[in-house]
């Protein structure tokens, strides 16, 4: 079995996807997990907006490019949102959305 092209972007959707649901939990046993309700959705949002985008670059879809740039929008608004809150499950979720939003243009670009 030949290697998987973009396995770089498809191991960062997978990160980013874990991190977006740790952060949902963390979310929900904030003492106001109501206030955290954007960044929850968000994190939905772009936890399913990631596992898409792996699933079309190991598939090889044809409509990998304007997954990986949506893939890369939604990552970027669930960043701006995780990073205005302190909480470490928040950071770390801003980190691998950032992290991911990179990978999932330079695929983009390369055409995958």
Same mark, same amino acid.
């Given at each position: 079995?030949?290697?998987?092209?973009?396995?770089? %972007?498809? %191991?960062?959707?997978?990160? $980013?996807?874990?991190?977006?649901?740790?952060?949902?939990?963390?979310?929900? /046993?904030?003492?106001?997990? *109501?206030?955290?309700?954007?960044?929850?959705? /968000?994190?939905?949002?772009?936890?399913?907006?990631?596992?898409? =985008?792996? +699933? =079309?670059?190991?598939?090889?879809?044809?409509?990998?490019?304007?997954?990986?740039?949506?893939?890369?929008?939604?990552?970027? /608004?669930?960043?701006?949102? $995780?990073?205005?809150?302190?909480?470490?499950?928040? *950071?770390?979720?801003? +980190?691998? $959305?950032?992290?991911? =939003?990179?990978? $999932?243009?330079?695929?983009?670009?390369?055409?995958?």
């Amino acid at each position: 079995m030949s290697e998987t092209p973009f396995l770089t %972007t498809i %191991t960062a959707c997978n990160a $980013c996807a874990t991190a977006c649901d740790e952060c949902v939990s963390g979310c929900l /046993l904030e003492e106001d997990a *109501q206030y955290m309700a954007l960044c929850i959705q /968000l994190d939905l949002d772009c936890a399913g907006m990631c596992r898409l =985008a792996a +699933s =079309a670059l190991a598939r090889q879809s044809p409509a990998v490019g304007v997954i990986c740039e949506t893939c890369a929008r939604v990552c970027d /608004l669930c960043a701006e949102e $995780c990073a205005r809150h302190d909480m470490d499950h928040c *950071q770390l979720c801003a +980190s691998a $959305c950032r992290d991911c =939003a990179e990978a $999932c243009r330079r695929a983009s670009a390369a055409g995958g």
